[in-house]
C-alpha cells in the first residue's frame, strides 16, 4: 500500500458551478463542452473573463474524464463588447494592475490552452468578433457561415500583440498578417477557410452539431492515440509561444500605458462607423436582444 494519498482531481459538477458566471459547461461520453457567455448573452470581454479562461482551461485539463473540448461562445456573435467598468480598474491605476490582469492573466490563457488542456479541442465561432485566438489556436476549427475574423486592435490604438498576432502570424503568414492587423482587415468565413484560418464553414444552426460529430469521431480512436496525436498538433504552437508571446505582451502593456488609450466599448461602434464595419455594427443586435430576455 502507498504511503500517502493521490491529490483529489476536479469533480465535473463541482467546477461547473464555480465557472458558471463565465460558462456554460455539459459533458457527454468525455465530450466537455464551454460556452463562453457573459450574463447569459453575448461575450463582453472583460478582466474576470481575463482570468477565468486560463482557470478554466487548468481546470479541464486536470480532470482526466474530459476526453475531447469543444470551447465556444453563445449568440451570435464571438466576442460582442467591452466592459467598461472592469477594465477601468487597470485603466485607474496601471502600474499596480496592468501586470496582474494584463500581462500574467492575458498570456495565460493561451498558454494554459496549449500546455494544460492535453485533449484533442475544437474551437467553433459563432459569428464575428474579436479575440478569435482562442478558437483558431485549437487544434481544430470551424465556423459559421456569417463568421468574420478582425484583429481591431491597431484600430483601436492598441498594439496587436497580446495573442491573436500570433495566430494570425502562424497562420497567415508574415506579410497577409501585417495587413490584417494593420488594416483591420475584415476575413469572412469563406476567406478565412480560404487562408487556412479555419477548417470547415458551417451554416449557422448546424454549427454545434457538427463540432459534435467531429469530436465523436475523434473519440472513436483510443484515448492514448487521441491524446499524444493532441501533443504533436500542439508543437508548433507551443514555438509560436515560446518565440513572441511575451514579447507581444509586453510591447502592448507597455504601449498600452504610455498612450493612455483605454478599453472603452463606445470605440468599437466608432470605427464601425468610420470603417464601415457591418460586422461590428450587428453587434448590438445580440446584444439588445440579450438585454430584453435578461429583462423578461
Known sequence: MALTKMVPTPV???YKELFAEHFFLSRENGILTVQMHTLGGPVQWSLELHRAIWQLFRTVGSDPENEVMIFTATGNVWVAAFDDESFARVEADPAKNSYDYGIFDGRHMLMSLINDVEIPTIGVLNGPGAHTELAMMCDLTICSDNTVIMDPH???GMVPGDGIHSALIELLGIKRAAYAMVMNEQIPAQ????YGLVNEVVPRDRLMDRAMEIAKTIMAKPRVVRRMTGQILRRPWKQRIVDDLD????ME???YMCSGEKHVDSKLDEIAEREGIESLRNRREGMDEA???QGA
Open 12 to 14: 465535473f459538477e463541482e
Open 154 to 156: 491597431f484600430s483601436l
Open 191 to 194: 476567406k478565412a477557410l480560404e
Open 247 to 250: 514579447c507581444g505582451f509586453a
Open 253 to 255: 502593456m507597455y504601449a
Open 291 to 293: 438585454a430584453k430576455g
